[in-house]
């Protein structure tokens, strides 16, 4: 699809040019996110071995999606059952486990991880059909400086925008979605600061850094996730002590402002040329419950003691390792 290229070569070029700097920043003010493509998580840590440990995370949350029905040609209103957003966070992943080699001069340290997937419907009865396209869209925001009302959001972003601007934002990418298809652009980002419901602070909300990715998901790419799921974000937090309440609250209480947009592909032959037919959900999801043995992320003021407990807790014991931030997400 059309934004896949230019997302791998950004990572390719983020993967060389910010290993080499690595050593000569302050680690605790980092964040690393991950590229799957590269085979590498957060921080270093093997891709294969950040799955193992999202897989006992101790903090999570699900949220569905009223989607349509892609295993029907385009237009089919749906909903459809299985289409949802799933976060997991996990408390203290051990430096040891990273190959770069800021291992070696921080060895005990360890960082909060976070993973957010796309779950797709599956079985032979929900195939995607090849007549639809899904666009994943997500908004940057400047970490250092990241809204405090979002770190109590619902999963709906009200926190920070009202019912009518995130209706209004949708409505904007049903809008563009078709006529950036018209010109080969699948995927467009739709901005707070054009939509006039979206004044004031909100039209801040989504655009603290002024940027955004998209990503374009065909029917042969849905149909070839393994276990149906799609990987939106791997994140990292800074490093830390292990047990430090603090870092797991502030780096495992934070919501992650997105779209999800399902719409006609190149081989639609239904429909109007209008947006109808095309869905677009915002949301903001962020782990808010704990597994057993565990404890969520708070978003308010934390402690500085024990954080998670449980099997994979502080204690005890995320995007693909390379890029590092020293305050937002990379403009991909």
Request: proline content about 7%; overall charge negative.
């Amino acid at each position: 699809m059309l934004c896949r290229k230019s997302l791998t070569s950004f990572a390719g070029i983020a993967l060389l040019s910010l290993a080499s700097a690595q050593e000569s920043e302050d680690p605790d003010s980092w964040g690393a996110y991950g590229f799957p493509d590269y085979k590498f998580g957060p921080w270093g840590v093997p891709d294969v071995t950040f799955e193992r440990l999202m897989k006992a995370p101790n903090a999570t949350s699900n949220y569905p999606l009223q989607a349509p029905d892609t295993s029907s040609p385009f237009p089919a209103p749906g909903p459809i059952d299985g289409w949802s957003l799933s976060l997991s966070v996990v408390a203290d992943v051990p430096m040891s486990e990273s190959n770069m080699s800021l291992a070696l001069v921080h060895p005990n340290d360890t960082f909060t991880g976070s993973r957010l997937v796309l779950q797709t419907p599956t079985g032979s009865d929900s195939a995607f059909d090849e007549s639809w396209s899904v666009c994943v869209i997500q908004w940057s925001i400047d970490l250092k400086n990241y809204p405090a009302k979002l770190r109590e959001d619902d999963g709906s972003c009200s926190s920070v925008l009202s019912e009518q601007c995130a209706r209004d934002l949708e409505k904007a990418a049903r809008e563009q979605y078709i006529t950036g298809r018209s010109r080969s652009r699948q995927c467009p980002c739709p901005w707070t600061a054009d939509i006039p419901s979206c004044a004031g602070e909100q039209a801040e909300a989504l655009s603290g850094n002024g940027a955004c990715s998209s990503q374009g998901l065909s029917a042969d790419d849905i149909n070839r996730l393994s276990d149906g799921q799609y990987r939106v974000l791997q994140y990292g937090g800074p490093l830390h002590e292990r047990g430090n309440r603090t870092a797991y609250d502030e780096s495992g209480s934070l919501a992650w402002p997105m779209m999800v947009l399902w719409g006609p592909s190149e081989n639609a032959t239904g429909g109007s040329p209008g947006a109808d037919g095309v869905v677009a959900k915002l949301s903001c999801p962020r782990a808010k419950e704990a597994t057993q043995g565990s404890t969520a992320p708070r978003g308010g003021a934390a402690s500085d003691t024990n954080a998670g407990n449980g099997e994979t807790g502080l204690s005890s014991m995320m995007l693909v390792a390379g890029v590092l931030l020293t305050g937002g997400w990379a403009s991909l």
